[in-house]
């Protein structure tokens, strides 16, 4: 008959793999503790921030009830209702900060691009798992349209940091799934061969982070302040930082989004270099257990998946982190569960609830 693998434990019955959430609450709780300094000690916005961690658990629990089949039978509806709200935030978004990124819905409002750094990566995965692998090149084609048409929608609004987590989380199942190197060598070059049109089509604030990453001198009081105060505030964190609370380039207002993009230098300027090392530790952990759900996992669709979104995460914290430290242009990636923000917390949570539903939904056949 076929059995649970996890049946014997509670954890196992509820679904949740309890290394996994032991590392997210660890990361939850050290993201709480740096953004009660970096706003300032204001409990309000930790409050706030912790009533999102809360639902987005739930919304995690809730995710991992279901089975990997139940989740690859729904990818193909969530993608295209991903591309349905991504049109309507053209025409009846709202604008902010000279983007058009948003919906509201009355009781709260929200970001639909989030939904398709799921969205991609699970249809994607659904339409490669069917075949045998790896896929062939008309199959690659497919799947590159189906990444392409979110990506333009999500670069209209504009978000380009978005726009690139989508297309990683969706070229990473390519990669995952064993495209070959030809084929892959070929979209690299088609990718630099249209890097001037790329060029000539951003808007010319994103243009400035661009030049501001090669050179942040030459405008030190305009485009490059961000980034000189960022590495400021890293530099000055030496060896063992200058302790919670005592940050001096977060407390007197030097470092701007410091509760957002650049919290990592708000950390990296109180708890220093050791301080950085645990994170660091922290992450790799995360990221080494998803690594484990994914090669146990028994089906092709939950093994894409689960690479997939272990390896998009991994790219979460090295864009956050370049970026922040000068060796990436500043492309407003939030660092993964210590940022302020409610959506992508939410969006990351799914993510992990379905790395939780693929491991434990596991099944053998006893005799």
């Not at 649970?4 to 709480?32: A, E, K, N, W």
């Not at 799934?177 to 070929?186: D, I, S, Y």
Request: proline share 4%; glycine share 10%; charged share 10%.
């Amino acid at each position: 008959m076929k059995m649970s693998l996890d049946d014997q434990s509670i954890t196992g019955r509820l679904h949740i793999d309890l290394p996994l959430l032991t590392g997210l609450f660890v990361l939850c709780g050290i993201g709480l503790m740096v953004l009660y300094s970096a706003s300032g000690q204001d409990n309000e916005v930790v409050i706030r921030q912790a009533s999102r961690m809360v639902m987005a658990l739930l919304f995690m629990f809730v995710v991992a009830q279901f089975s990997p089949d139940q989740i690859a039978r729904w990818s193909l509806w969530l993608y295209l209702f991903g591309l349905l709200l991504l049109v309507a935030v053209l025409v009846v978004g709202e604008i902010g900060k000279g983007a058009q990124r948003w919906l509201d819905i009355g009781i709260f409002r929200f970001q639909p691009s989030e939904i398709m750094k799921l969205a991609v990566p699970m249809v994607i995965a659904w339409y490669l798992s069917d075949k045998s692998l790896p896929p062939a090149t008309g199959r690659v084609m497919v799947a590159c349209g189906l990444i392409i048409i979110p990506v333009l929608l999500i670069a209209k609004q504009p978000d380009l940091g978005t726009s690139l987590l989508v297309t990683a989380a969706g070229f990473s199942i390519l990669f995952i799934a064993g495209m070959r190197w030809r084929l892959l060598l070929t979209l690299a070059l088609m990718a630099a061969i249209s890097a001037p049109i790329i060029w000539y089509s951003m808007h010319d604030y994103q243009k400035q982070r661009v030049i501001t990453f090669l050179d942040p001198g030459q405008d030190p009081l305009g485009a490059g302040y961000h980034i000189i105060q960022s590495k400021i505030a890293i530099g000055s964190g030496g060896i063992y930082g200058k302790g919670w609370l005592n940050g001096t380039q977060s407390h007197l207002e030097f470092l701007p989004e410091r509760s957002t993009d650049f919290i990592f230098a708000v950390f990296c300027e109180e708890y220093g270099l050791m301080g950085v090392i645990l994170l660091m530790c922290i992450y790799m952990f995360i990221i080494i257990r998803g690594v484990y759900i994914t090669v146990n996992a028994q089906q092709t669709y939950g093994r894409l998946l689960a690479g997939a979104l272990i390896l998009t995460f991994f790219v979460y914290i090295l864009v956050n982190m370049g970026m922040v430290t000068g060796q990436l242009p500043v492309v407003g990636v939030p660092l993964p569960l210590v940022s302020l923000g409610g959506t992508s917390m939410v969006t990351l949570m799914v993510a992990f609830g379905i790395l939780m539903a693929i491991h434990t939904h596991r099944r053998f056949l006893s005799f």
